[in-house]
């Protein structure tokens, strides 16, 4: 069975500074990788996905994550926090032979970004 | 616009009632899942249906039910056998089975209240 650890509860970053957001996954096989953003009251919105090829994928809004294969870890970035990045970001992973139909998500890491 | 509409946004119920959770969706996607989303655990997949008059049980099926008579709409019933079934209900679909690697769209979601 596949699992997604998002570490940190809680991400808190000055506007304008770099922000990462942790994700750990566990998975038979390759992983399909996926971040969503979600504000408050809303439903998830897609902000990109790792398949194959480059290990650096880039995605909505600035936002950038890195696969990295031997420590299991699809982590996300930005170089420049927007006070309108603050939301609540999940990982999600899907092993490939279920071609991305069974994604199971992780608890949710919510990024505070102040002025 | 094309989109998934989940109602109503709120909805409350006394226990021991049966509840039906609506979702319609324009996107002509072959898929629709329901995930339930509780405080710090992520979103956890209740059922999925890749095409009409077929679905499949998720991780917490127990105490709901789904039909999908039309492609279009995947409506939910939250049963009276559902132990604890106040929470966030969200609806998502996604592009037919050829479709591997597309992300899910998401609906705005439906908050259940039981007492």
């Known amino acids: 069975a596949q699992s997604v650890a998002q570490p940190e509860d809680q991400v808190n970053v000055a506007e304008g500074n770099p922000l990462t957001v942790k994700c750990t996954y566990s998975v038979s096989g390759n992983p399909y990788l996926f971040w969503y953003v979600q504000y408050p009251n809303r439903g998830l919105q897609f902000l990109l996905k790792y398949i194959t090829g480059d290990n650096l994928v880039k995605g909505s809004y600035g936002f950038e994550a890195e696969f990295n294969k031997s420590q299991t870890s699809f982590h996300l970035k930005k170089p420049s926090a927007l006070v309108s990045d603050s939301a609540l970001y999940f990982c999600?992973?899907?092993?490939?032979?279920?071609?991305?139909?069974?994604?199971?998500f992780g608890g949710g890491t919510r990024l505070m970004v102040k002025p | 616009d094309g989109g998934i509409t989940q109602s109503p946004k709120y909805l409350f119920r006394k226990e021991g009632q049966n509840v039906t959770l609506s979702c319609e969706q324009n996107l002509n996607h072959d898929a629709m899942y329901w995930y339930r989303q509780d405080p710090g655990q992520g979103l956890r997949l209740i059922y999925y249906?890749?095409?009409?008059?077929?679905?499949q049980k998720g991780d917490i099926a127990e105490g709901y039910s789904v039909s999908r008579e039309k492609k279009e709409s995947f409506p939910l019933t939250v049963t009276s056998a559902q132990k604890n079934p106040t929470a966030f209900y969200l609806c998502?679909?996604?592009?037919?089975?050829?479709?591997?690697?597309?992300?899910?769209?998401f609906g705005n979601g439906t908050r259940l209240t039981v007492t």
């Open positions: 249906s890749q095409i009409v008059n077929d679905f």
């Open positions: 998502a679909s996604r592009g037919g089975v050829q479709a591997i690697n597309s992300p899910l769209h």
């Open positions: 999600a992973v899907s092993p490939e032979e279920n071609a991305g139909n069974m994604l199971t």
